[in-house]
């Protein structure tokens, strides 16, 4: 529950900053019409290279527009020879953030047949430069503009042979551009060369000198800057970025310019963050202003803070004191090789408004006063919704633990019931562990096989799982008291840890609560590795509580073998995963994190993860882990199903999250992935070699169907815990796993149904297991 409220937390941040950075501009749903059907452009600002007559003139241009004076649309001359010329022009008055268009042909009552097949769009900021729109791939004509444009003119000219009667009603669509920003000047962008592969950092959509391109087009580039929003552009297309190594002086210089003087509280600017790749956000930025034709003496400097472990691209926010200004030239300083930019935005205050301009009213202009309380109030709503919520949430959490210790009752009644079945009985009689005394009752079970020397009575191991802890009381039976006088067994929930130890004799694993004190590094099997013989390389993933990292450790080898290193040689770098905790992580999450590591030092077998060191004598915590190049088995699995365009994530906290419906959670804290487990192991907590290959031939039969779906996927956990208990009456109502479809007869009716026979006793051995899978594979 307080996971799931720091989670909402986390994401009001990104949701209250998004909505700060946005309120300029939101290409997504800066799509209102601006007043060509509606009305609102006036007739004066709507003009025409020519008109066919008056009746066709350019005030007649208008999308969905009739008003039965004229024939319907605007039509320009087509007879003169330069008729490929034509165009009609809409001044919008001011500057506009234009995304899509609409056109139409002429109506004249239904009987107009002229329409524009294509048609090219100019646009212009001042009136007197204008420059001709085109896609992303440099194509001329769309309806919808991706990329948008940033203008006051705009004018609409129609393609068609200038013989031809050609008439046109258009319409524009977006929202008034509230930035002020008439245009930037930046250097051109780099060219890496990245593994082989060319990334290119150019201003695609720049739209000529001293103008506006990709760093105002209302898009944000992803934390890869390989990878693009837009679907089948080049790698590296969403940012424009540049190398140290072509500026000697250290920074990179821009220059923006503005439609007036305006009072500027703050630039954001979006930056790459990705430094195991070379990029980096600048290290300073100082910006110069500008009011009349000298720049002011004292600049703004403004450093941010240093992130060494998120590779996450972000706004940064350089704060500008409320100054005034027409022009702000920005120095960015290189803190590594690359520095990208992917979107710049700012924010000015109303006090110096252009009075010049006299907007008319516009259902989609608001002035920056109005737009800040709109904005204070989106806030105010969206967190009131938020803390709602989190109310409701928790509520309902509360509700859910109330119904399923109800429900939890129920099936224990249940169970209790069914396995209290007067169907061949049999009594037997128990003693109790404490050593001051004993208690004796009888007890109804049905037979599950024949007693034998390692069976272990289920008064005793049903209590551990809390699930059926009251079934105990149900069947008349007396609490055992263990020696020392506590009540009840232990059970799942109240152990830090279950630890699994094989006893030699019986070929059993006892189940020992252990109350495991955090990890201090004293362990002998793990050692502290040197932190800073680590070279981050790539960001794998990320959990709720840290991220795992692709590493190289140099010296790790000689590290974790001294014997074996030889003088006068030098291993290459290992690569490895690195597992880091957050130094913000709650206590819970460090106890947790610590206890990870303690399980994993023990753990040494050829197919597990090995842990190879530790960095814990200082935050952030890490583990170091041998690098999967090929993800988990379930992973790799479905790798095989999905070769074309599968991105394999090694991130442990994120695997955690993917196979959380894996685990059925019982009361208190304990987990057990009973579509795996043996019914003993469910029912009697009783875990053996026998139940590891129960377990096995789930596994088996997993990686026969590529892991397309869970096992048992059709049951609920209740009715998978229903299925064991028809194990223990044995009355042939079980369910078992269907057989693959590419899976042999005889491995599924041979092998697999073999793993999960009833009787314990009856199941393969792990050699024998082997020995039928060769001979499969003969």
């Not at 930035?179 to 930037?184: P, Q």
């Not at 552009?233 to 210089?253: L, Q």
């Not at 993860?609 to 699995?637: H, K, S």
């Not at 042939?732 to 899976?743: A, D, N, R, S, T």
Request: charged share 25%.
């Amino acid at each position: 529950m307080v996971t799931e409220v720091n989670l909402i937390t986390h994401h009001v941040f990104f949701i209250l900053l998004a909505a700060t950075v946005r309120t300029q501009v939101n290409p997504e749903t800066c799509r209102y019409p601006l007043g060509m059907s509606g009305g609102q452009i006036q007739d004066e600002d709507i003009s025409a290279s020519s008109q066919w007559s008056e009746s066709t003139a350019a005030r007649f241009g208008r999308l969905d527009f009739d008003n039965g004076d004229g024939d319907g649309a605007w039509c320009p001359d087509m007879s003169e020879p330069d008729g490929l010329k034509e165009y009609l022009q809409v001044d919008l008055r001011s500057l506009h953030f234009i995304t899509l268009v609409g056109t139409q042909g002429r109506h004249a009552d239904g009987m107009g047949n002229e329409f524009a097949q294509r048609y090219r769009i100019k646009y212009s900021r001042d009136g007197s430069t204008w420059v001709g729109w085109h896609d992303r791939k440099g194509r001329q004509v769309s309806m919808d503009l991706e990329p948008p444009i940033i203008a006051r003119f705009v004018r609409f000219m129609p393609v068609t042979d200038h013989s031809m009667i050609v008439c046109m009603r258009v319409e524009l669509y977006g929202c008034e551009w509230l930035d002020g920003l008439m245009s930037y000047s930046i250097p051109d962008g780099h060219q890496m060369i990245y593994r082989g592969l060319d990334v290119y950092f150019n201003d695609s959509v720049y739209d000529g000198a001293s103008g506006l391109g990709q760093l105002t087009d209302g898009t944000w580039g992803l934390d890869d800057f390989l990878h693009s929003h837009i679907y089948g552009m080049w790698p590296g297309y969403d940012y424009v970025g540049w190398s140290n190594k072509s500026f000697p002086k250290g920074y990179v210089e821009m220059i923006f310019e503005f439609d007036h003087v305006r009072n500027f509280t703050s630039m954001k600017v979006h930056c790459s963050n990705m430094f195991s790749r070379g990029v980096r956000m600048f290290r300073q930025a100082t910006c110069y202003l500008r009011s009349g034709s000298d720049w002011e003496a004292d600049p703004v400097t403004f450093r941010p803070t240093v992130d060494r472990v998120s590779h996450i691209a972000r706004f940064v926010t350089v704060p500008l004191g409320d100054r005034t200004a027409s022009a702000i030239k920005c120095r960015f300083h290189f803190s590594d090789l690359w520095m990208l930019f992917s979107e710049v935005a700012f924010q000015s205050g109303s006090a110096v408004y252009n009075t010049s301009l006299t907007p008319r009213e516009d259902p989609t202009h608001k002035v920056d006063d109005s737009n800040t309380r709109i904005l204070i109030g989106c806030l105010v709503a969206i967190i009131a919704i938020l803390l709602a919520i989190i109310v409701i949430i928790l509520w309902r959490q509360v509700w859910q633990k109330m119904l399923e210790k109800a429900s939890r009752r129920m099936l224990d009644d249940e169970l209790t019931a069914r396995l209290a079945v007067q169907t061949e009985a049999f009594s037997f009689h128990h003693s109790s562990l404490s050593s001051e005394g004993s208690s004796t009752s009888n007890s109804t079970y049905e037979r599950i096989f024949p007693l034998c020397a390692d069976y272990q009575e289920p008064s005793r191991l049903i209590r551990k799982l809390p699930e059926f802890a009251q079934s105990t009381e149900h069947l008349g039976r007396t609490g055992n008291t263990q020696s020392g006088g506590s009540e009840g067994a232990p059970h799942y929930a109240e152990a830090d840890i279950i630890s699994l130890q094989e006893s030699s004799d019986s070929g059993t694993y006892s189940i020992t609560p252990v109350n495991m004190s955090l990890f201090t590094g004293t362990d002998s099997s793990m050692k502290e590795f040197p932190r800073q013989k680590l070279t981050f390389k790539e960001k794998l993933g990320e959990g709720q509580f840290g991220e795992v990292h692709l590493c190289e450790a140099e010296g790790m080898q000689d590290f974790l073998d001294e014997d074996l290193s030889k003088e006068g040689t030098r291993e290459p770098p290992l690569l490895v995963a690195v597992k880091t905790l957050r130094e913000d992580a709650n206590k819970n999450a460090r106890n947790d994190f610590l206890k990870e590591i303690r399980i994993m030092s023990r753990l040494r077998d050829p197919n597990i993860v090995r842990l190879l060191a530790v960095c814990v004598d200082t935050d952030p915590l890490c583990m170091i882990t041998e690098y999967m190049e090929n993800g988990d088995l379930n992973q790799f699995l479905c790798s095989l199903r999905l070769k074309e365009g599968y991105n394999i994530e090694t991130d442990f906290g994120m695997s955690r999250n993917l196979y959380r419906g894996d685990y059925y959670r019982i009361q208190g804290r304990a987990v057990l992935p009973i579509r795996w487990m043996s019914w003993e192991s469910i029912l009697l907590g009783k875990f053996t070699t026998a139940s590891d290959v129960w377990a096995f031939g789930v596994t088996l039969w997993e990686i026969l169907t590529l892991c397309k779906e869970q096992p048992y996927s059709q049951l609920s956990d209740e009715q998978v815990i229903e299925n064991t208990g028809e194990f223990f009456r044995d009355q042939g109502k079980q369910v078992y796993l269907p057989k693959p479809p590419c899976c042999p007869d005889r491995v599924y009716n041979d092998l697999m149904l073999s793993c999960w026979r009833r009787n314990a006793k009856q199941r393969p051995s792990f050699q024998e297991i082997h020995t039928q899978l060769m001979d499969s594979l003969a």
